[in-house]
């Protein structure tokens, strides 16, 4: 493995090295010496008439432009009703493009609702794994939904069990909440080979896509249906809030173009259907999915445009610095105003928010002193008393909030206001562990228990790894906690420690 990416790394140079202009000319028949479909394929953003397929183009995926050699090569793509393709449904052409890493993402149309559909792209001789893609029940449709949830899956800590037992869960669409990367790396405690040096170019994160998309068993979960993507920190840098760095050390200068750099990455290697930006630095991933008239998906972004962290990162004993001011935000006045907008206007049985990082609070020391952790909305207390009032005002006890993150599951009640206690419960919040962050986690967090008396809003926890599948209807949602209990070593078998049920329209959250 070192040796190959000793290899790797002087082909790169070398590369980097010699001027060789960018053959931009279109390729209708391209030749591959290598399999370009290494990277697999994957389908997202379903619609009631359509989704999002992807793949990329990377022969050789460690090389700069992943081993592709120039030009603009027209590639095939195929969807059918049947695994054999023999009764095609559409199929057309697409360019891919150098400056873009091959990437492809096809928007197809015109398909029927609540079907499912197989697809597979051909480059020159080459043909890509087969994929299952769904489309969303038609508008008004109360089909049942079955989700899986997922988030937190850094390479090195450990492997992708959890996305191997995952992919054979036959769900209808599963989200994942963010860290599909990691952009740091230590060699301590790694289980994997994993490059351990910052990046920063587009390049490196490119690089870095290609490491963790050559993982089967990441491969297969995308195979299976289509998925709603959103990003959070480690797609960029860890901790890191609007132009402002992990560190401190990086100007907004510097963090913006890092972050058109991670962004742009991270859209040429996700099945996302979002606005064109005027820069890459300025994505914008906000967007809804329906599924029929049973759920409404809000697909936050509580990073780009959040106020940096009032008293520093991690957890801070509060009232501190400007903590409290209710001019602070983690969404951003025109995210904040789309949602609230948006959840008055929407008559779908469920609103769900998949965001990225946790809601309810969590006071982690014992006494009249109160700790919490200042990167998710507890260290912006006045932005989510406003959402929750919103929620209380507009979907009261129809709403669940989706939670990666803190690399733990925890199931909390959210009540109408964080301020003072004894306020009436509104929504539910199930926060998921990660997938392999953190190695083979531990039955429960260390101090948990001590502390939990403080926080009764909190009805379930535990910090193995593992992902949720969660049982949609129109009179009640169901969230199956999925844990395995070491990814440090292959071959954990998947158990279900505990089933929790929110009855629609009615207050709390009921173990099963
Ligand atoms: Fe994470």
Known sequence: ?????????????AALCSVVPTDWRVVARPRFADDP???????????STGAVLWTRLAPRPYELDGGMTGGRPIIEWELADDEAFTKGVRRGRYTAAPELAYSVHVEVEGLAPDRWYFYRFRAGDAVSPVGRVRTTPAAGALTPLRLGVASCQNYEQGLFTSLDHLSRERCDLVTHLGDYIY?????????????SVEIRTVEDYRERYSQYKLDPMLQAAHLMCPWLVTWDDHEVDNNYASDFGENGMESAEQMRARRAAAYQAWWEHSPVRVPRARSWADLDIRRTTDWGALARFWMLDTRQYRDDQACGDGTQAVPCGDWANPARTIMGAKQEKWLSDGLGASRSRWQVLGQQVPVAPFDSTVGPETKLYMDGWSGYPANRDRLLAEIALKAKNRTVVLT???HSNWVNELHAGFDRPGREIVAAEFVGTSLSSGGDGDPVWRGSAEVMPENPHV???SARRGYMICDVRPDAWTTEYREVAYVQRPGAPVTTPATFRV?????GIARV
């Open 459 to 461: 009805k379930w926890h």
């Open 183 to 195: 952009e740091s790396g230590g060699r301590q405690g790694a289980v994997r080979t994993h490059h």
């Open 404 to 406: 990666g993150d803190v």
């Open 37 to 47: 479909f290494t990277l697999g394929v994957a389908s997202g953003d379903p619609t």
């Open 503 to 507: 009855e629609h329209g009615k207050p």
């Open 1 to 13: 493995m070192e040796r190959r990416r000793f290899l790797a790394d002087i082909a790169r140079y």
